[in-house]
T-cell receptor, first 112, second 115 residues
């Protein structure tokens, strides 16, 4: 039981490049989330998916897109990366009833 | 909308000393409350959670937290800190926002443990 997995762990991009961050969970959870973490700002929600086939914007969605590929997988795409998107990105999943979220190990992204 | 305040950005304690990390929340109903810990370069690990019932909840690694409705607080405590407790601690409140239940996080408290 791996929990929540994320790939890649580290990534360096140049401004304007695109990439997709992958997330998968094996806990049969309905809800999945993407956060970014920046120093002194805690975790901010980018997008979430309450259930398979649905996605919604969170607090900071600009510059990102998401796909809920199936119940297990939820990807985050940066179409044209900007230096302001340099951050650590966390994926999480939840059974959606008690709000308990389980986090992946994170992806550290640097945009030059 | 719910919100969480962690007033202490950074706390330093000596190994073996007691610890209390403060958390205040704003939420219109009975909240679901959480404490998570993040070690350097790692993801967030759930320490404990409060849903209802006994207002003193026990978590992993010897941590406990007390829910005080009158003070809108959910402070985290540990009687004797170990060097391995050095990490960043996040308080969070759960609630409905949009189409799903979500967590709102505080900005975190960085804990340094002196030998």
């Amino acid at each position: 039981n791996a929990g929540v997995t994320q790939t890649p762990k580290f990534q360096v991009l140049k401004t304007g490049q695109s990439m997709t961050l992958q997330c998968a969970q094996d806990m049969n959870h309905n809800s999945m989330y993407w956060y970014r973490q920046d120093p002194g700002m805690g975790l901010r929600l980018i997008y979430y998916s309450a259930s398979e086939g649905t996605t919604d914007k969170g607090e900071v969605p600009n510059g990102y897109n998401v796909s809920r590929l199936n119940k297990r997988e939820f990807s985050l795409r940066l179409e044209s990366a900007a230096p302001s998107q340099t951050s650590v990105y966390f994926c999480a999943s939840s059974e959606g009833i008690t709000d308990t979220q389980y986090f992946g190990p994170g992806t550290r992204l640097t945009v030059l | 909308a719910q919100s969480v305040t962690q007033p202490d950005i950074h706390i330093t304690v000596s190994e073996g000393a007691s610890l209390e990390l403060r958390c205040n929340y704003s939420y219109g109903a009975t909240p679901y409350l959480f404490w998570y810990v993040q070690s350097p370069g790692q993801g967030l690990q759930l320490l404990l959670k409060y849903f209802s019932g006994d207002t003193l909840v026990q978590g992993i690694k010897g941590f406990e937290a007390e829910f005080k409705r009158s003070q809108s607080s959910f402070n985290l405590r540990k009687p004797s800190v170990h060097w391995s407790d050095a990490a960043e601690y996040f308080c969070a409140v759960g609630g409905i926002s949009g189409s799903a239940r979500q967590l709102t996080f505080g900005s975190g408290t960085q804990l340094t443990v002196l030998p």
